[in-house]
């Protein structure tokens, strides 16, 4: 005798699944707020992880957003984790402004538009106005919001806490993302005859079986195929690294090596996706015999590794590999975000041991002051950084998938819905992109490494305080760290902000060149000459303020790529020609192990 339930679909049950692996994804991003420590891990309500941050009384639909009340203090409150206060004359103002908005949005009747917003220019919207009156309804509950979060009393971290929660609530909430509200989706459904609704099924289930949202046709990219292409050996490997060596493109090369250190959370060939815009590749075509740290994606084995054994045991360890192959007294090095964090600390140890192996220095949007550290701060405070130090006590891994989902919902239109709409409910395939296939490719932490990096810079900046933090033995002064640095910030950096760049200039003593480039994290770093794309700036020379506002008051600006500056900067440093080596390595001691880019990098977390 059956139940008289018509059984589920195998695709229907498998895309509940990945459903529900999202919203767990979300929740894990949601956790490290306070107020979020009760969110379910595991629901069949598809918004359960966002009511983290909302009423109890609440749910996220695009009519569900409603008008100031004292209610909704509760959801801010969720954000912070204590009681927030507003000011009661912005709060009646914000009050009224609704009303009024309201009344105008029912007075326009059929003939409303919602306007300002791409997820709702198609005409499609426009055309349809049970569409048009929901998306304009949704931006104005969406204003109101974010008049009500910025109307919170309260420290700027609080403030800034409660705009992020609510952002994320705003944008999880919208009509773009659900086929019952999307006119544009469904105007396409029809047009297709339903192709694009079974195409978006397909896309569903391709997405279920790689464990994450495409943002990009993964399947035609390879790497050490058509990413990751400059051709080297590696020459030296050890658990944590291997040091990858190009082969010259010029006849000759400068006698001093140039050693690249990228972000161990990252994989290494964001700066060598293709010939046209590899930055590794316009090292070596400047005549630098190059070298890179090509860093071990973290498994089991790795799990008691700690910060100290990557200074020792990686950095300090390329350093002195790269000078034993080449046989220089000293060399040029670059580190590139965490990487540069991590260079930072091998020279404040150098240092400290009066031992001067690097010549000059360059950090590209590296965080060594961390009191501005943007919108990551709102995930840090003591509660969450006690929380990861008891799950790292013992040792263990922070999974590549939950870093790179905390980093997607820093952005989360442009990197989560954005996505989820076009690749789902239009049934598109999104276009193929090294750097989008590339942010893809997550890799792992060592947890006892992360949770003293969560403590010890972004909790308590102790960097910056001589002699307060202990790395391999010898107290951290960057007071002693008196090489030439070249200091690189992007204007649009949401994870590194400029301001957090350019406080690098306050901390080393030496000779030092700021640079600032327009774009992101990644897009203004990655700006090869010949494109043509986006400007620099410089300032006058030797004159850093101490605010980065006056710094970039007093700046010029250059059309094209900042890697010619510093490349002109990098020429005095690097030393006389020699003759470009013919081999790899160094003899016996130092043999070609395998071609670039090796193994290490291939391994996926």
Not at 11 to 23: G, K, M, S
Not at 52 to 75: E, I, K, R, S, V
Not at 248 to 260: G, N, Q
């Amino acid at each position: 005798m059956t139940s008289g339930k018509t059984p589920q679909p195998d695709w229907l049950q498998a895309a509940e699944q990945f459903q529900n692996q999202l919203i767990q994804q979300w929740t894990q991003a949601a956790q490290a707020f306070p107020g979020a420590t009760q969110a379910p891990t595991s629901s069949p309500d598809p918004f359960a992880a966002f009511k983290a941050f909302m009423p109890q009384t609440g749910a996220a639909h695009p009519f569900g957003m409603p008008m100031p009340q004292p209610g909704m203090g509760d959801l801010l409150a969720h954000a912070t984790g204590h009681k927030v206060s507003f000011d009661p004359a912005k709060l009646i103002e914000i009050q009224n402004q609704y009303l009024k908005d309201v009344a105008g949005l029912w007075n326009q009747g059929p003939a409303v538009q919602p306007k300002g917003d791409r997820r709702f220019a198609d005409e499609s919207w426009g055309s349809n106005p049970v569409a048009a009156y929901t998306a304009a309804v949704y931006l104005l509950n969406a204003r109101t919001l974010m008049a009500l979060a910025d109307a919170v009393e309260g420290d700027a971290k609080t403030r800034t806490r409660v705009r992020f929660a609510v952002q994320q609530w705003i944008d999880a909430s919208a009509p773009s993302n659900f086929l019952a509200f999307n006119a544009e989706a469904q105007k396409k459904a029809i047009e297709t005859q339903g192709e694009s609704i079974a195409k978006g099924v397909a896309n569903l289930l391709h997405d279920i079986k790689q464990g994450h949202v495409s943002m990009t046709d993964e399947s035609v990219f390879e790497v050490g195929k058509n990413v990751a292409t400059t051709e080297g050996a590696v020459v030296f490997e050890n658990e944590l690294f291997q040091l990858i060596e190009y082969k010259p493109l010029t006849a000759k090369v400068y006698e001093r090596p140039f050693l690249l250190v990228p972000p161990c959370i990252n994989k290494f060939y964001i700066l060598d996706l293709q010939p046209t815009n590899s930055f590794i590749r316009y090292c070596v075509e400047q005549g630098n015999r190059t070298f890179v740290v090509s860093w071990r994606n973290p498994d089991a084995s790795l799990g008691q590794k700690t910060w100290d054994n990557y200074i020792e045991d990686a950095v300090i360890k390329a350093i002195t590999t790269t000078q034993d192959i080449t046989g220089a007294e000293r060399i040029n090095a670059l580190g590139f975000c965490v990487g540069g964090t991590m260079l930072s600390n091998a020279l404040a140890v150098l240092a400290a041991r009066g031992e001067e192996r690097v010549h000059s220095a360059t950090f590209l949007t590296t965080l060594v002051d961390f009191t501005d550290t943007g919108i990551l701060d709102v995930f840090i405070d003591e509660a969450f950084v006690k929380m990861r130090e008891m799950q790292f006590a013992q040792g263990g891994l922070m999974p590549g998938r939950d870093l790179a989902t905390t980093f997607s919902f820093l952005r989360p239109n442009d990197l989560v819905w954005n996505y989820v709409v076009g690749n789902y409910l239009k049934g598109e395939s999104p276009p193929p992109f090294d750097l989008l296939y590339w942010n893809s490719d997550a890799t792992n932490l060592p947890g006892p490494y992360y949770a003293w990096y969560l403590r010890n810079m972004y909790l308590e900046n102790n960097l910056v305080k001589p002699g307060k933090t202990t790395v391999c033995g010898q107290k951290v002064d960057f007071r002693k760290v008196k090489l030439p640095v070249y200091i690189y910030g992007s204007r649009e950096d949401h994870i590194v902000p400029i301001g957090g760049a350019y406080a690098s200039t306050q901390v080393f003593p030496g000779k030092k060149r700021f640079v600032m480039g327009a774009s992101g994290h990644i897009a203004g770093v990655i700006n090869p000459p010949a494109a043509g794309k986006r400007s620099h700036w410089t300032g006058p020379a030797g004159q850093f303020p101490a605010d980065v506002n006056e710094w970039i008051d007093s700046a010029t600006e250059h059309k094209g790529s900042w890697w010619t500056d510093w490349a002109a900067w990098l020429k005095p440093l690097a030393g006389k020609q020699i003759a470009a080596p013919k081999t790899y390595g160094k003899g016996k001691a130092y043999v070609a192990i395998e071609p670039a880019p090796g193994r290490y990098v291939k391994a996926k977390a």
